[in-house]
């Protein structure tokens, strides 16, 4: 069985850091893209980040938040990680990593098909 547990989140303050990491287990996800979405109260779910499954992969960033995370990933330990600097109340948000596999656009939601329970992460102003 498929699962994907992300940890790491948390309240923070602005300007603080936190790296959040996604595990996934039941199969391996090596040459899948995994990404970042994020869902704010009252919001739809957005797109943060992502990582192409090859090692060294390519890497995409929403504009909001380009220049402050950095996406990156173990295959050998099946996990991608999401470090985030310079946090803003902005960012406050529950954190979805999740598996693309469907061949769409890296940033639509819809080509993702596994997804972790999230991981709620607060930035106090």
């Known amino acids: 069985q498929v699962q994907l547990v992300e940890s790491g989140g948390g309240l923070v303050q602005a300007g603080a850091s936190l790296r959040l990491s996604c595990a996934a287990s039941?199969?391996?996800?090596?040459?899948?893209?995994m990404g970042w979405f994020r869902q704010a109260p009252g919001k739809e779910r957005e797109f943060v980040s992502a990582?192409?499954?090859?090692?060294?992969?390519?890497?995409y960033y929403a504009d909001s938040v380009k220049g402050r995370f950095t996406i990156s990933r173990d295959n050998a330990q099946n996990t991608v990680y999401l470090q985030m600097n310079s946090l803003k109340p902005e960012d406050t948000a529950v954190y979805y990593c999740?598996?693309?596999?469907?061949?769409?656009?890296?940033?639509?939601?819809?080509?993702?098909?596994?997804w972790g329970p999230g991981t709620q992460v607060t930035v106090s102003s």
């Open positions: 999740a598996v693309r596999a469907r061949p769409v656009s890296v940033d639509d939601s819809r080509g993702y098909d596994y």
């Open positions: 039941g199969r391996t996800f090596v040459g899948y893209t």
């Open positions: 990582v192409m499954g090859s090692s060294g992969g390519r890497t």
